[in-house]
């Protein structure tokens, strides 16, 4: 964990957890379900001892994007509200890197963040792989912070003329499971 990535929007992935539950289409083929088999873990939420995650971080000596929680979700149904509060606690004590926290549950990031701040240095974003699941956009608008970002991928299906006011950045990309990724990152102006 902490390690580097070929993922090309991040410098290093963290994760504080491992394991999911499938939301919708687009876990289908979900990295972290293939890497359980390879590796003979569960795929059940279990959260990492922090001292462990955060030895890792204190490692790295230049400022860094990081994906957070690349092999589960951060607002995951099992992750009480005071874990994700240790987790945001690590990611505010260093403000040089810049947390990538993309999520399947809009719905509980909003909740959450409705008596929280979200850090300036943690960029909030929602997966939307069809035109079933544009109702995370619209949910992720109504979170209070510095940068917003959608993530189409896996794009499954058309989306028609999405609305992407209010947010930052946009990942584009198909399902690319086992196969080179084809993420396009762009800035939205």
């Known amino acids: ?36 088999r390879i ?3 569960s795929t059940a939420f279990e959260p990492r001892k922090l001292e462990r995650a955060e030895a890792d ?6 400022p860094s994007i990081v994906f957070v929680n690349s092999m589960t979700d951060t607002f995951h149904e099992d992750a009480p509200y005071e874990l994700i509060d240790s987790w945001f606690d690590v990611m505010k004590k260093y403000p040089q890197h810049q947390w990538i926290i993309l999520t399947k549950r809009i719905n509980k990031a909003y909740n959450y963040f409705k008596t929280r701040e979200c850090p300036d240095q943690c960029w909030i974003g929602t997966s939307v792989e069809d035109a079933n699941q544009m109702h995370r ?53």
């Open 1 to 36: 964990m902490g390690e580097s990535t070929e993922i090309e929007w991040a410098d290093r992935t963290v994760n504080f957890a491992w394991g999911c539950t499938k939301v919708s289409d687009g876990c289908e083929k979900c990295y972290m379900f293939r890497l359980s």
């Open 39 to 41: 590796y003979g873990r």
């Open 57 to 62: 971080i204190r490692k790295w000596k230049e």
């Open 137 to 189: 956009i619209e949910k992720l608008k109504k979170i209070k912070t510095k940068i917003r970002f959608v993530s189409f991928e896996p794009l499954l299906a058309d989306i028609p003329k999405p609305d992407l006011s209010g947010l930052q950045w946009v990942i584009v990309g198909g399902e690319s499971d086992q196969s080179p990724t084809s993420i396009i990152p762009l800035i939205v102006s």
